[in-house]
């Protein structure tokens, strides 16, 4: 019997990481005029609360696209703007003890309008509700033909009124009627980019019918872990006789804290510039790096070998690499158990390293999807600027890797209580890892100075000075750490500070060129 021709599917699912550029391209499609999400903005949604994340897949294209969390009443049912109560679109405020979900994008490719997609949006958001057992779901929606009515209709509230009372039509107010919503008011100023609706908004409300005060947890995804374990190495510089020896002494690390079971194992900024000493001649600091970037390709496979072998995911401090432009960069390369390879670019080389080594500085901050969820690396320098461990953790990383290298006290307390600050400000862990011991010979890395730890941040459920754990200075050692992802969410819900939900939206956010 010949088979029969396939027939179109669709399907209504949560969204992955995978589905971002295809996220970004309907979103871009749909509301040209308000511009498309970030990939961490995307990547900040599904991260914070996977399961509010849903998209319609048709014939293998996302057709339609809804993004929802949980917030509480007293926030999501007061006046507020679109901007303020999602985080600047990265659903950083989601609040697992919260009673309501809040809809912060839907959007349906307008070439597919007849397959009902926004119904089963909606009704996605529903069943959502009633599984967690929430009050209800409440958003700002458009209010698109106002502009053409507003003499008519000099204010929204009159504008809405008249829509419910069906004395004029509206398309996206009717609809969200007929799905069941009813407006509880209007916003100002919710959208300043949504001009069809001046900036205005409908304050919309649906009722669970099947609210009860118990309800589901609506922390980390299924199968991601809420404990990890995290080592730091803390390592010697010392002379070596051959890339072989080299990587044997790093074998060495990775073996022992995968006896002891840990997740992660991070290592320090530039720990790679310990293959200078197989060079013969003395080298200029630029002939140094140079040198150094002919490693890479080697270095990079030995170490996802290594991550694979001993099951453990590696932060491999950072190399010099020589990119794609020409371009000279210090790259820390990040080894997931998996086999997959990520790079981290350093953001702002110091001016040493601008000076002596012509590094240049990276474009893009990026979190990467582990098994333990997302995390985020900010090599040495990048810790001192606040705004990139903002970023990461908007984008949903609970773990900060900061690989350094510094010469003397000075230069470790710096990044040291600037890394202690990043942990307390995000409400996140931070883990540094540096070198210590001599390279006499190698211009730039003559001496350093290190005490490599585990920081958190300083609240009951953490340690009291929020240290998990510390090497003894300047002695190659690892320290190692078990920590709880589920304390950094009683942190930012119930601590006796809330950094990240305290935020002033309404007063300020970082804008992030494209």
């Avoid at 009673?99 to 994008?105: A, F, P, S, V």
């Avoid at 698109?144 to 069906?166: E, I």
């Avoid at 002033?504 to 956010?509: A, G, H, P, V, W």
Wanted: charged fraction near 25%; proline fraction near 5%.
């Amino acid at each position: 019997m010949p088979s029969q021709p396939g027939r179109s599917t669709l399907n209504v699912r949560n969204a992955t990481l995978d589905d971002i550029p295809r996220i970004i391209a309907l979103v871009g499609k749909v509301y040209p005029e308000m511009g498309a999400y970030s990939a961490g903005m995307l990547q900040g949604q599904i991260s914070n609360f996977s399961d509010g994340q849903v998209v319609v897949e048709y014939d293998g294209d996302i057709v339609g696209y809804a993004a929802s969390f949980i917030i509480d009443g007293d926030t999501a049912l007061k006046p507020h703007t679109w901007d303020a109560i999602t985080g600047g679109g990265y659903a950083s405020r989601h609040n697992p003890k919260g009673e309501w979900l809040y809809g912060m994008e839907v959007c349906v490719d307008p070439d597919r309008r007849r397959l009902r997609i926004g119904q089963r949006l909606y009704d996605a958001r529903k069943e959502l509700a009633e599984r967690y057992e929430l009050e209800g779901i409440v958003f700002g929606g458009r209010m698109p033909n106002w502009q053409r009515k507003r003499k008519q209709f000099p204010t929204a509230k009159a504008y809405l009124d008249a829509v419910m009372a069906q004395e004029i039509a509206d398309p996206v107010i009717r609809f969200q009627a007929r799905m069941g919503f009813e407006p509880i008011g209007v916003l100002k100023g919710y959208l300043p980019s949504d001009k069809a609706s001046r900036g205005w908004a409908s304050h919309m409300v649906w009722r669970n019918p099947y609210a009860v005060e118990q309800k589901l947890s609506a922390n980390a995804p299924p199968g991601q872990k809420d404990i990890v374990r995290v080592a730091t190495v803390q390592f010697q510089q010392r002379r070596v006789e051959s890339f072989d020896e080299f990587m044997s002494n790093i074998e060495y690390f990775v073996d022992v804290t995968s006896d002891y079971r840990c997740d992660f194992v991070v290592f320090p900024e530039l720990f790679t510039l310990q293959l200078l000493a197989l060079e013969e001649t003395r080298l200029t600091p630029a002939q140094s790096i140079e040198r150094l970037t002919e490693y890479t390709p080697h270095f990079v496979e030995k170490m996802r070998e290594l991550a694979i072998s001993y099951n453990i995911n590696i932060i491999g401090g950072s190399h010099p690499t020589r990119t794609e432009d020409d371009d000279i960069q210090n790259v820390a390369y990040v080894f997931l158990r998996d086999g997959s390879v990520h790079a981290q670019e350093k953001i702002h080389p110091t001016p040493s390293e601008r000076h002596w080594w012509n590094i240049l500085g990276g474009d893009e901050i990026i979190t990467i999807p582990t098994d333990c969820g997302p995390i985020g690396v900010l090599i040495c320098y990048d810790s001192e600027f606040p705004e990139l461990a903002r970023k990461l953790v908007d984008a949903g990383a609970k773990l900060l890797f900061v690989p350094f290298c510094t010469d003397n006290r000075q230069g470790y307390l710096r990044v040291r209580y600037c890394a202690q600050a990043r942990a307390i400000e995000n409400q996140c862990y931070v883990v540094m890892s540096g070198n210590v011991g001599n390279l006499p010979g190698v211009e730039n890395m003559d001496i350093q100075y290190a005490q490599s730890c585990i920081l958190t941040p300083c609240d009951f459920r953490f340690a009291r000075d929020g240290i998990a754990a510390e090497c003894t200075e300047n002695v190659e050692t690892v320290a190692i750490a078990d920590l709880d992802l589920t304390d950094l969410d009683w942190a930012r819900q119930e601590g006796t500070v809330r950094n990240l939900r305290d935020r002033r939206f309404d007063l300020y956010k970082v804008d992030w060129k494209a």
